[in-house]
């Protein structure tokens, strides 16, 4: 049996997949609330507590960066180590990766309908790349070695934010009042949609609703101002999705033109099948293909949203599984 994780700031998956037939079957799952605990090795504790499997191979994707199989966690309090978590389930080795490089491996296991098509483009043999918003951003691609997709981690979300037009400048000088370095990642991600949302409030952009503020202050953020723009309910809320979705695809562009990733690129995070109707309507894709010089490249590219809650899940397990192949 294999034990995969699928490990976020938020929420952390679990899953046991059965492998005897040398390929993966999800036996069991269950989501965990991050926060609520002070450590990975609890989690898997109260898990094997629930669902005593027999584990004979481990594999968590992590939101950080892996460094000899240990990592800080980039938006939660935790510090995990592969020996740490091998003791606990009492183990030889256990694999860290970093949590887009887990969705990486997971896109081979993409069934075609749960993959929402934002651009055909036209397909070709070479790299692909992953973007994926949530709690923070992450960015992983896959080498095409001309037989197989090999994935590999980066931590993109963290590059420094590139201003395209007046209001993004005005953007950007408004978080930098806030943040040392503004990132892509003080921008798009569920965080960053609020920052966007309060900087067109504070800037006289836009008119904030009694009722808007109470559900922002009372729950989740991005939620908030992302039902209220869906539902064309407030004209401040409609305004910042509307900028958070051009950003996005212009570094989901960025992304594919530092990767050459003529082969795909991927828009995963818990934020994309939530906003779903907002990416149909052109505004990511025009944000894409707009680096003149290359906007033919990038119009070729196949663009797809990943529905897939499970798909790092599935990717850990997937690479738990190749190591056994190894």
């Given amino acids: 049996m294999i034990l995969a994780g699928d490990i976020g700031a938020t929420k952390t998956n679990l899953g046991f997949f059965d492998d005897s037939s040398g390929r993966l079957r999800l036996v069991a799952s269950k989501t965990f609330s991050s926060r609520s605990y002070p450590g990975l090795e609890n989690i898997i504790e109260q898990c094997l507590r629930e669902a005593p ?26 510090v995990v180590e592969a020996k740490k978590i091998a003791g606990v389930l009492n183990l030889k080795e ?21 993959l929402l098509c934002l651009n055909p483009g ?24 001309g037989k197989d997709h090999l994935p590999a981690a980066s931590e993109g979300g ?15 000088n408004y ?7 503004v990132s892509y990642e003080r921008v798009v991600s569920g965080p960053g949609l609020l920052s966007i949302y309060q900087f067109l409030r504070d800037s006289g952009k836009g008119l ?15 939620a908030a101002i992302s039902t209220a723009a869906l539902e064309k309910a407030c004209q401040l809320a409609v305004d910042a999705l509307d900028l958070f979705v051009s950003i996005y695809g212009a570094e989901a562009a960025n992304l594919a033109l530092k990767t050459m990733a003529v082969g795909g690129v991927f828009v995963g995070g818990g934020i994309a099948p939530k906003i ?19 906007e033919e490249l990038l119009q070729g590219i196949p663009v797809h949203v990943i529905l897939d809650e499970k798909t790092a899940l599935k990717g850990s397990a997937r690479r738990a599984l190749m190591q056994k192949t190894q």
């Fill in 175 to 181: 978080l930098r009042k806030e943040f040392e370095h």
């Fill in 276 to 294: 779903r109707e907002k990416l149909v309507d052109g505004q990511f894709m025009k944000a894409f293909t707009a680096k003149g010089r290359f």
């Fill in 208 to 222: 904030e609703p009694d009722w808007l503020r109470g559900r922002i202050q009372k729950g989740d953020p991005t």
């Fill in 158 to 172: 963290h590059t420094d934010f590139a201003p395209r037009s007046d209001l993004e400048i005005e953007l950007f």
């Fill in 53 to 78: 499997h027999k584990v004979k191979r481990a594999c968590f994707g992590i939101a950080g960066p892996i460094r000899e199989g240990r990592v800080q966690t980039s938006n939660l309090p935790w």
């Fill in 122 to 145: 036209k397909a070709t043999a070479g790299n692909q790349a992953v973007i994926a918003a949530g709690t923070g951003l992450g960015e992983a691609f896959l080498y095409w070695n």
């Fill in 94 to 114: 256990v694999i860290l990766i970093n949590d887009l490089e887990a969705t990486a491996y997971g896109i081979a296991m993409l069934e075609k309908d749960l």
